[in-house]
């Protein structure tokens, strides 16, 4: 069975500060995926990162898929409130008929 | 605007009364699914349908049924709820199978007492 620990699982911080969350697995993903949830709404996507290695930016978020393709973190450098929020990783299951989720970190950002 | 709709957002019922929770999308999605997200637990697989007529069992199926006769609908269909089916629903879409990315609807709170 495919797994998707995050860690840490609840992140309280000051606005300014960085954080990395990060997502680790035993199996090799094709690729990873990082959702954002508000509370009342559903996860929406933040990025996709496909090739070992691979580094993308979204402003101040810095994703990060590791070489062998089994973990990836999430990088967020002068946090603000707005930064608040459940972050998800989430990777295909070998079939290719699931999304398998981690269980999440809430990020909470105080001002 | 490209959206997944589920009604209702709100339900409180009682155990063995028949319910469901509808799911819409106007993006012309082949992929639909259907989570649970419960607290410790994270996102769970309940059933997903590849095309119209063609649907299968996730993670945590037991309990809960579904059909795809649309396209553009996956309804979530609980026979007889029973508390431990408590919980928030999410239902998703996504084009050509799940290799891209997912939209979620808003969700649906379920209490069943």
């Known amino acids: 069975t495919q797994l998707l620990e995050q860690s840490p699982q609840f992140l309280s911080i000051q606005e300014g500060e960085n954080l990395t969350v990060y997502c680790n697995s035993s199996?090799?993903?094709?690729?990873l995926q990082w959702y954002r949830q508000e509370p009342g709404e559903g996860p929406v996507l933040l990025v996709t990162?496909?090739?070992?290695?691979e580094v993308k930016k979204l402003k101040r978020l810095t994703f990060q898929f590791g070489d062998a393709r089994k973990d990836s973190s999430l990088h967020i450098t002068a946090a603000q409130p707005g930064d608040t929020g459940l972050y998800l990783c989430?990777?295909?299951?070998?079939?290719?008929?699931?999304?398998?989720f981690g269980k999440g970190t809430t990020l909470s950002v105080s001002s | 605007e490209a959206q997944v709709t589920q009604n209702p957002r709100y339900l409180i019922t009682v155990t063995g009364k028949k319910l469901t929770v509808t799911c819409s999308q106007n993006m012309n999605h082949e992929y639909m699914s259907w989570y649970r997200q419960d607290p410790g637990l994270g996102l769970r697989q309940i059933y997903y349908s590849m095309n119209v007529e063609v649907t299968d069992k996730g993670d945590v199926p037991e309990g809960y049924k579904v059909s795809r006769k649309e396209k553009r609908n996956f309804p979530l269909i609980l026979e007889s709820p029973s508390p431990n089916q408590t919980s928030l629903y999410f239902c998703a879409s996504s084009p050509m199978g799940v290799t891209t990315e997912a939209f979620f609807g808003q969700g649906t709170r379920l209490t069943v007492v």
């Open positions: 990162v496909v090739t070992g290695g």
């Open positions: 989430a990777g295909f299951n070998q079939a290719g008929t699931a999304l398998i």
């Open positions: 199996s090799v993903f094709s690729s």
